[in-house]
Nanobody, 127 residues
């Protein structure tokens, strides 16, 4: 059974950075689609970024392109989301998720594709 555990959230000022981590267990990273999602109160869950661990293809939502970077540390079975230039609009609960291939990057922002989910970590950005 795949288990995902996020960490690294917190409260920051606008313009600052955070790095979220997602520790995975129960499988290896050789061939999974991994993604980060976020959900703010009263809003639907939004795909932020995704990566194919077997080939390195990535997906980014337009709202985070150029500011967020998704990456994988294969040695430590950890998925990361580096978030720079944070704004109050980035305030949300952030979740990592995974599903089996195929990974179609154009649609990896669709949460219904993902089978495995973490519990989330809160990110709050104040102005």
């Amino acid at each position: 059974q795949v288990q995902l555990a996020e960490s690294g959230g917190g409260s920051v000022q606008a313009g600052e950075s955070l790095r979220l981590s997602c520790a995975a267990s129960g499988y290896t990273y050789s061939s999974y689609c991994m993604g980060w999602f976020r959900q703010a109160p009263g809003k639907k869950r939004e795909g932020v970024a995704a990566i194919y661990t077997g080939g390195g293809g990535t997906y980014y939502a337009d709202s985070v392109k150029g500011r967020f970077t998704i990456s994988v540390d294969y040695a430590n079975n950890t998925l990361y989301l580096q978030m720079n230039g944070l704004t109050p609009e980035d305030t949300a609960m952030y979740f990592c998720a995974a599903h089996h291939p195929p990974c179609l990057m154009a649609t990896e922002g669709d949460s219904s594709k993902y089978k495995y989910w973490g519990q989330g970590t809160q990110v709050t950005v104040s102005s």
